[in-house]
């Protein structure tokens, strides 16, 4: 089994940035992807972005793009999204995933972390 767990997320000021963490452990990483998936109350989960966990294709939803960053740290088997100019829209549980694909579908991921609240102010 592999556990993944958010962090990071809080109350920001539209135009300000958070930084979100998704430590993995539990068996071995080296062919997961992983993804980032918000969902906000009343409405679909919906796909943010992803990165290969070897390699570093990523790429992101078109909502996010230019604003959104993911890295990684091989090191500490943790992957990160970096959130800037935040847009009260951008207000949702943020989740992580992991999968064998480049993927943004939510059904291609095996694994979820518990997600994040991540809330911007207006």
């Known amino acids: 089994q592999l556990q993944l767990v958010e962090s990071g997320g809080g109350m920001v000021q539209a135009g300000g940035s958070l930084r979100l963490s998704c430590a993995a452990s539990?068996?071995?990483?080296?062919?997961?992807?992983m993804g980032w998936f918000r969902q906000a109350p009343g409405k679909e989960r919906e796909f943010v972005g992803v990165?290969?966990?070897?390699?570093?294709?990523?790429y992101f939803a078109d909502s996010v793009k230019g604003r959104f960053t993911i890295s990684r740290d091989n090191a500490k088997n943790t992957v990160y999204l970096q959130m800037n100019s935040l847009k009260a829209e951008d207000s949702a549980v943020y989740y992580c995933?992991?999968?064998?694909?480049?993927?943004?579908?939510?059904?291609?991921?095996?694994?979820w972390g518990q997600g994040t609240q991540v809330t911007v102010s207006s």
């Open positions: 539990g068996r071995a990483f080296s062919s997961y992807t």
């Open positions: 995933a992991a999968g064998d694909e480049l993927e943004e579908a939510v059904e291609a991921y095996d694994y």
């Open positions: 990165i290969a966990w070897s390699g570093g294709a990523t």
